[in-house]
């Protein structure tokens, strides 16, 4: 399954403390991976259950209390992202 790594902090509408939260995190890519607009889906619930297995509570517990229940999807432009294809980086990021 594609997945992305976080290698910068994304802007968004979170805090800059929650924002920062996802630096390094691996994440699975909803919709097989494909893109739209130069940016990628992640399952929100996946996301978050990212947050939390890598000791980032604060910052899931934001997400649960800001925006579970109304986003099934969370985000992420590509420049922020390295894809990551069959556990390496993909050749194709456009």
């Not at 919709?31 to 996946?46: D, E, F, L």
């Not at 996301?47 to 925006?67: F, P």
């Not at 390496?88 to 990021?93: F, L």
């Amino acid at each position: 399954m594609p997945s992305i790594e976080i290698i910068a902090i994304p802007k968004g509408q979170a805090p800059p403390e929650i924002q920062e939260a996802w630096l390094r995190l691996i994440l699975p890519l909803a919709n097989g991976g494909k893109t739209c607009n130069r940016c990628y889906k992640v399952h929100m619930t996946a996301a978050v259950a990212s947050l939390v297995a890598h000791g980032q509570t604060e910052a899931a517990q934001w997400w649960i209390e800001h925006n579970l229940e109304n986003y099934s999807f969370i985000i992420f432009d590509q420049s922020v992202c390295r894809l990551i294809v069959d556990g390496q980086e993909g050749a194709d990021q456009a």
